[in-house]
Structure formats: structure tokens, C-alpha cells
């Protein structure tokens, strides 16, 4: 215990040292933002027990549960990576996420809200399903390459083209890059989370699972009951009028507003 006490002495810590244990603690700090209310968390809470006890082995000198717990650290961090990698991937987009925007004229992009307010409303007074993924700052290509490239000019008809019930493209999602159709049809992941309302679909989940690996904004329009729902970083906002629908992509999309964080939205 004294030899253990000894090897403390040299926390002293220095004007670099408090610098350093700023640093780390802001990255501790946005990583646990990014990892809150995942499996990711539970896996952290894990690991953090098995330090403890190991560090309670180490200060007690139980030598055998330290080789356990040693042998087991080092193993279970491989395995953390094959079970957790949606999380990792998520969270390492997040991280890689740039503030900085390309400047896109204010006309163009209000045009855009436009069709895509138009295009989902229109939707809704028809009772037909249809789910938008509409790109930001993370690229959606991976996604679009699993539906029929469009290339297309984004409007109101087209889109109610594409999610015609006797479209073959109607259970998939359009991909929609700046004005542009880019892909219809495209299969979406699936969230992993338990979604609380049972009213909602497929596409609701895979709205929000979309939403958790990306920054996209995903607009849904629900084929029993005619609502139009928003996802964005994982939460869901459903029910949404048209001028909500307008405000939320007016907030979110580059150069139509700005690229400020959310209102608050409950998660499902």
C-alpha cells in the first residue's frame, strides 16, 4: 500500500498539466454528448465498473482477478468494436462534422423549402407514404447508391410520381442532395432503439435511424394517418403542419436560415 501511495506522488500537477486535463476533459465531455441514450452509454458504464474493480485489484494485490480482468480488457475491446460499430460510425461522423458551410444564395434554397413543404403536404391530403431524406453536411451517397439513381430537379409532382402507390419505387426513399432528385427507392437503416409509439412504421424507424447515423433531415409522411413527421439526431417530431414543417428546414438547411441547433424535441 505505501509502494502504492509512493507512485502517486508525482500528480503535481503544473500549468501544462491543468491545460492537458482541459483538453481531455472537453473531449470526455462531447463524447459522452454523442454516446448519450445509445448502447454505446452502456458499454461505457461497463468498462468504467471493470476499471474500478481492477483498480481495486491492483491496490488490494488479488493477482489473479487482475490477470482476469486484464485478459478480458483486452479482448472485449475487440469485440466492442465489432458489436458497437453503428454507434462508432455515428458518433465518429458527428465528430467529423464541419460547422463551416458553403454560402448558397437564400433564393435558391427558399425554393427548395417551398417544394419540399409543397411536395409533402401534397402528399399528405392524398394519404400516400413517402419518406424524404434530404442531405446537409454528411453525404448520403452510400444510401443513394442502394435505390435507382433520378438525378432529377426536386418538385411537388415528382415526388408524387415517385410514391404513386403503383410506383415500384413507393417503399423506398428519395435521396435529395442540395435541389436535385438524386435517388428514389433507397433503403434506409433502421434504428436500434426502442421506439416508444406503436402507431409508428417502417419508415418512421427508418427515418430515425438515418438521423442517428447522419445529420440529414428526414421528412416523413405517414400513409394511415396522413401525418408528416420530422427526424433530425435522432429524435422524432411527429404531426408537424406545414408552417412547422417550414421553420424546421428553414432552421436546418444550409443557407436558409441558418445552421443553429433545434428547438428542443422530446425523443421518441
Known sequence: MNGFLQQLQFLRPGLNDLV????????????????RQTRAMQMLL?????????LLAVILDFSLIRRILEALLQYGAIAALVVFQPEMRAALARLGQSRLVN???????????????????????????????????????EYAR???????????????????????????????VGD????????????????????????????????EETD?????????????SVAYRGTLETGVSGDRLRERLELLLPGAGGLGPPTPIDPV
Open 103 to 141: 454560402v448558397i444564395g437564400s433564393n435558391r434554397q427558399e425554393r427548395i423549402v417551398d417544394r419540399l413543404v409543397e411536395g409533402a403536404e401534397q402528399l399528405a391530403r392524398a394519404g400516400v407514404g413517402a419518406i424524404l431524406a434530404v442531405q446537409r453536411e454528411t453525404g448520403l451517397r
Open 20 to 35: 492537458e486535463i482541459v483538453i481531455v476533459f472537453l473531449l470526455v465531455y462531447r463524447i459522452l454528448l454523442l454516446i
Open 180 to 211: 436535385t432528385i438524386q435517388a428514389a427507392g433507397a433503403i434506409l437503416p433502421l434504428t436500434q432503439h426502442t421506439v416508444s409509439d406503436r402507431s409508428l412504421g417502417t419508415r418512421h424507424r427508418a427515418a430515425l435511424g438515418l438521423s
Open 146 to 176: 442502394t435505390g435507382k439513381s433520378v438525378e432529377a430537379v426536386l418538385s411537388p409532382e415528382l415526388l408524387g410520381t415517385i410514391f404513386a402507390h403503383n410506383s415500384p419505387l413507393h417503399d423506398g426513399a428519395v435521396v435529395i
Open 46 to 54: 461497463g468498462v468504467l465498473l471493470l476499471a474500478g474493480l481492477y
Open 216 to 228: 440529414a433531415i428526414v421528412v416523413v409522411v405517414s400513409e394511415e394517418t396522413s401525418r408528416i
